[in-house]
């Protein structure tokens, strides 16, 4: 049973272009969490995503980033217009409903040159 | 004042010694914990659950002490592969988003 599968891990980008991070929940979770961890710094939570829902976006900056999970592929978390700060390590996790134990994949690292 | 606050170390200490680390949380609404280790640059990966009867894994001991919204972990007869993050983790309930402490380092020395 694969775990929780993150892509690319290493992401490099130019200031004002767009970061496309995906990520593969372990088979037969259906919620997926993203965190994002900034150097020297404890992970932050930014969206909770069910299946095609958006249950809790209260960590995500307001402008910039968004995130969806369709029904079929990977959620994605999408950076438009990359700054400088935006360099970080991005981690996904997913849990199977009912649980609370989650599963982290082995992130994305996106730096912003 | 932070959601999770850790010790954030470092703490060095020698092989077969024992060590503890400390966390609190603010959120008497909390409904479930955790400590995750981290390796430097890798994944958070779940060390143990924490419940309030306490509870043991091999050398890692965790404890929950509601009432002072405190959680601690112990680790005895350390090895050099117990060099790690110690990530104390607070569930708020609900949507099940998670809270981290900043981390405590240690380093176990030969």
């Known amino acids: ?113 | 004042r932070k959601e999770v606050e850790q010790d954030p170390g470092p703490f060095n200490v020698p092989e077969g010694a024992t060590v503890a680390f400390n966390c609190t949380y603010s959120n008497s609404a909390s409904q479930s914990f955790f400590w995750y280790r981290q390796d430097c640059r890798k994944e958070p990966k779940l060390l143990m659950s924490v419940y309030s009867s306490g509870n043991e894994d091999g050398r890692f001991t965790a404890q929950l002490n509601r009432a002072s919204q405190y959680i601690s972990l112990l680790i005895r007869d350390s090895k050099l592969s117990d060099s790690a993050t110690y990530l104390c983790v607070v569930n708020l309930g609900g949507a099940q988003k998670l809270v981290f402490g900043q981390g405590t380092r240690l380093t176990i020395n030969p």
């Open chain 1, 1 to 113: 049973n694969a775990g929780v599968m993150q892509n690319p891990r290493h992401l490099v980008r130019r200031r004002g272009q767009e970061a496309r991070l995906r990520c593969s929940p372990m088979k037969g979770h259906s919620h997926v969490y993203w965190y994002r961890q900034l150097p020297e710094e404890g992970l932050k939570f930014m969206v909770y995503l069910q299946k095609e829902n958006i249950i809790d976006e209260s960590g995500m900056p307001k402008e910039r980033f968004s995130a969806e999970f369709p029904k079929e592929g990977p959620s994605i978390l999408r950076i438009q217009q990359v700054v400088r700060g935006d360099s970080a390590a991005y981690f996904c996790a997913s849990i199977e409903g009912g649980t609370d134990t989650q599963y982290f994949g082995p992130g994305t690292r996106l730096t912003v040159l």
